[in-house]
């Protein structure tokens, strides 16, 4: 009876042994779930770090661009506006030495013109004493 007892009571126990490792093997079965779930979302998170560190110093030499590109244009504007000043000036001078021109020539014709009839003059006058 006792060994009746104490075989019922070792296959109690070894049943209980079974249901035992069988939980055991579920658990580490759902830590090493939960540990890859784990592993991939701190992968994942050190890849959006990276990526948002990346974007930043990209950002920041864009806008680092931005600057100097502004910069350059502020200097170009000025650099536009001294040329057209130097351009209207250079027009005005222009008018200026083509109204010097004009007269000049207007005097240059004149000077002819005094010449041939002081030369017609001459030639009448050699006409005459011939």
Do not use: C, P
Not at 69 to 90: F, P
Not at 105 to 119: A, F, G
């Amino acid at each position: 009876n006792e060994e009746k007892e104490h075989g019922e009571e070792n296959s109690a126990l070894q049943k209980e042994n079974r249901e035992l490792k069988d939980q055991i093997k579920e658990l580490k079965l759902d830590v090493r779930i939960e540990k890859d779930a784990l592993e991939k979302k701190t992968n994942l998170l050190h890849f959006v770090r990276e990526r948002e560190m990346k974007t930043k110093d990209k950002v920041n030499d864009l806008e680092k661009i931005q600057a100097d590109l502004e910069k350059e244009v502020s200097t170009l504007k000025g650099e536009k506006e001294d040329l057209l000043k130097m351009k209207e000036d250079m027009e005005k001078s222009k008018e200026k030495m083509d109204k010097q021109k004009e007269e000049m020539e207007k005097i240059r014709k004149e000077k002819l013109e005094l010449s041939m009839k002081k030369w017609r003059r001459l030639e009448k006058r050699s006409w005459n004493y011939r």
